[in-house]
């Protein structure tokens, strides 16, 4: 089994889909690291947790959960969390993440990644959890910047700021995703450079990439973080910028969940992610 520590995960990885369960065992090309949707392989046996135990065997492998809510009202579910943990220690994970949003509320999912209120209360509130969900897995958290459509009422600082409170109080990491970052900046008509400066740069442990996608009538002007479609010319110029305020090379990954090309169109973005690192960061 591949087992890394925390800090030694290098290159450029890809999400481990379904779609590419035989082309990624039977590929020659490079490839980083992998990273899973953990509550796709949690429970499972067949043919998704063997895929997983051999890409486990060649690639390190992070976990990047989609469902736990971890701003929401509900108390942390402790039994998924063990569950979670179990899979995550069985394949070497490194480090986890999840979404800084709220995906539940009593008790019903809610099946999409909401933001919070960017209030200190809900800064607090986020960061006691992630405290205590990290100190439950045993292992590193990292939280994502998610993308999002509308401020929740009462705000009172800017996402930057929220984002900010929140990692000092939970010291916890940030997985930077750099294609919300410009959708977020051209919904909201923000500038996505000033946006990256604001944040904090030093705690970034792992970067991800994406493609977006425009709106149809009548929303015409807006875009979607859809993770179907190429990682559009201007996310990789700010990607650039990104890993230059960075200070440092960051494991970056390829997001794709919709409208999923075969492995190889995938692999050309990591080739061509792999590039812009060498470029900023020659070895």
Known sequence: ?????????????????????????????????????????????????????????????????????????????????????????????????????????????????????????????????????????????????????????GSEMSEESFLCLVLEESDVALLLD??????????HRRDPLATLRALPLDRVREIHLAGHTPAPAPFNGTLYDTHGAPIAGAVWDLYREALRLCGRPVPTLIERDTRIPELDEVLDEADRARAILAEVYPQ
């Open 1 to 153: 089994m591949s087992s890394m520590s925390a800090g030694t995960l290098r290159g450029v990885g890809i999400g481990l889909r379904r779609k590419h369960f035989a082309a990624i065992l039977e590929t020659t090309r490079r490839l980083d690291w992998l990273e899973i949707i953990p509550e796709n392989f949690v429970d499972y046996g067949g043919r998704s947790a063997a895929t997983l135990a051999a890409c486990a065997e060649r690639w390190p492998i992070v976990s990047h959960g989609v469902s736990m809510s971890i701003g929401g009202p509900d108390p942390i579910d402790g039994d998924f969390l063990a569950r979670v943990g179990r899979l995550l220690a069985r394949i070497g994970c490194p480090w986890w993440s999840e979404h800084l949003c709220f995906a539940k509320g009593n008790g019903y999912a809610l099946h999409d990644l909401f933001p919070l209120p960017f209030t200190e209360e809900a800064a607090r509130h986020v960061a006691a959890r992630a405290r205590e969900a990290q100190a439950r897995m045993d292992r590193p958290l990292l939280l994502e910047n998610i993308s999002y459509y509308a401020e929740m009422p």
């Open 178 to 187: 750099v294609n919300n970052v410009y959708v977020n900046s051209w919904n």
